[in-house]
């Protein structure tokens, strides 16, 4: 079992940015691909970032590529998200997720076994 803790939501103005953490603690981390996704109210959830457990790739969504940065600590149990440039549409709760077994469906939420229990972004215009 593997327990995820987000952290570093907040309110902002566009242009803005944030550092979203997510702390997991449970199982070793180190073999997980983790993944951030997002829900805005009304809407699916959807795919935002993916990194590897070697740390070595990295994938986003077109709608953040550029602008958002995924990194993991794995001495710390920790993934990060960075957001600059931050834009109103990126407006969501934001989840954490770990895969232990990445079989390259990463886009897809339900390759994922566990889930934080999400941290709200606001971004204001």
């Known amino acids: 079992q593997v327990q995820l803790v987000e952290s570093g939501g907040g309110l902002v103005q566009a242009g803005d940015s944030l550092r979203l953490s997510c702390a997991a603690s449970g199982r070793t981390f180190r073999r997980y691909a983790m993944g951030w996704f997002r829900q805005a109210p009304g809407k699916e959830r959807e795919f935002v970032a993916h990194?590897?457990?070697?740390?070595?790739?990295?994938y986003y969504a077109d709608s953040v590529k550029g602008r958002f940065t995924i990194s993991s600590d794995n001495a710390k149990n920790t993934v990060y998200l960075q957001m600059n440039s931050l834009k109103p549409e990126d407006t969501a709760v934001y989840y954490c997720?770990?895969?232990?077994?990445?079989?390259?469906?990463?886009?897809?939420?339900?390759?994922?076994?566990?889930w934080g229990q999400g941290t709200q972004v606001t971004v204001s215009s």
């Open positions: 990194i590897s457990w070697s740390g070595e790739s990295t």
């Open positions: 997720a770990a895969d232990s077994h990445p079989s390259g469906y990463y886009r897809v939420a339900q390759s994922y076994d566990y």
